[in-house]
């Protein structure tokens, strides 16, 4: 059931190596969305790896996979909360915070700037890019970077690995749960 998309757009999520990633779902029943992320919730649970749906469109939803403890730990830090607080977020529990990133995608036409927060992109990048408006960046890979970026060229080396290993062994038969750490 669509398999590919998750390991095209979250291998770094399922290897447990990043707290989240976004895609882009393609449906043609409004129903597919609900379907689709039940369906993957049944089985990725379990493991620690949670889906959901945050902004449809005419055709399109933008699904968001996350690992619930690691964004637990992310959404407990206190700067992260002083500076979700300034885009009116309040309620700090995973499901409080992704109600409200929902309600925050529904009400722009782009992308919220706090969803680098939920992506686990570190916060200097998140404030450098809204204070530059997407530009004078370093240097820009899953994200673009305003604070260390060496550090961040090697993680998106890292990413680009893991999807790439998990997208051979998909390709060669092995289980998309397989493929998934237990966190």
């Not at 500076?83 to 009116?88: D, N, P, T, V």
């Not at 680009?160 to 237990?182: A, E, S």
């Amino acid at each position: 059931m669509k398999e590919q998309l998750l390991i095209e757009h979250c291998s770094p999520t399922l290897a447990n190596i990043k707290v989240a990633n976004l895609f882009r779902f393609f449906f043609e029943r409004p129903e597919e969305v609900e379907e689709y992320v039940n369906y993957w919730n049944e089985k990725m649970n379990a493991k620690g790896v949670y889906l959901t749906s945050v902004k449809k469109c005419q055709d399109t939803a933008l699904i968001y996979v996350y690992r619930k403890n690691s964004l637990k730990k992310v959404l407990q830090q206190f700067h992260i909360r002083q500076f979700l607080k300034k885009y009116g977020y309040h309620d700090f529990s995973i499901e409080g915070c992704i109600g409200y990133l929902r309600e925050q995608f529904q009400r722009s036409c782009g992308f919220p700037h706090e969803i680098g927060v939920f992506l686990g992109y570190p916060l200097e990048d998140i404030i450098g890019f809204i204070v530059n408006e997407g530009k004078n960046y370093k240097c820009v890979g899953c994200w673009k970077v305003y604070g260390d970026a060496k550090e961040a060229e090697k993680t998106f080396c890292k990413f680009k690995k893991c999807q790439l290993i998990y997208r051979q062994q998909f390709l060669n038969g092995r289980d998309i749960l397989k493929l998934t750490v237990v966190a």
